[in-house]
């Protein structure tokens, strides 16, 4: 019950996800995990305690999907079958790729690494869209957390225009904690910042990863203070702030601008 409880603590972020995502029944998503169908998460009734139900739990944390516990009312609000037992798995748009799979590619292309670090950003548009920018500015991935995230749904996908072919996104337990690991394989990090070093001021070449944050709460203190620098965008209106993918695709393309050595 505690842990229930636990997963209760964290809001249901509201996401578009079509019918044919979902996999519905004990069996039917007991049989998807065990085949690696991808998934986003895994819906599961309060209360539910039998054998294949903790079959689902037990496999679903061996490969780190995000179990949401739920009243028997929202499972039967989101059924498109009237038949769904307790529990409802997502299965992903896509196939999620690895930060390694990154690392590669920018070695197979001959390219110091450019990856786009996305913290809080909830809004599957916003998401969609920056995976597209991110393709555009030739960024060899994305790298998303597992929680209080958008993820991979159909939505995303058909936002992103198609650069899910071709860019790899990566989901992350704790994205403070990654950005360590890469630092120590010579990235730096830069992140969107208001209050920051204004970005024409500061030198954006070489392995560098792209920290965004959400519109309204920008990027958190655990994820800032591993950055090592903030970055300004100039901004010259009677409001303050940019929306996430536009201010994603002006950093990169400044970093774009600045990779290409042009004034």
Known sequence: MNEQKNQRKEPLIEETYTEESFIEGRNAVIEALRAGRAMEKIYIQDGLQDGPVQTIKREARKREIVIKFVTKQRLDQMTATGRHQGVIAVGAAYEYGTVEDMLRLAEDKGEAPFLFLLDNIEDPHNLGAIIRTANLCGAHGVIIPKNRAAHLTAVVARVSAGALNYTPVARVTNLARTI????EKGLWFVCADMDGTLMYDLKLTGPMGLVIGSEGEGVGRLVKEKCDMTAAIPMKGNID????????????YEIVRQRLGRP
Do not use: D
């Open 241 to 252: 702030s940019l929306n996430a993918s536009v201010a994603a695709g002006v950093l990169g």
């Open 180 to 183: 360590e690991e890469l630092k």
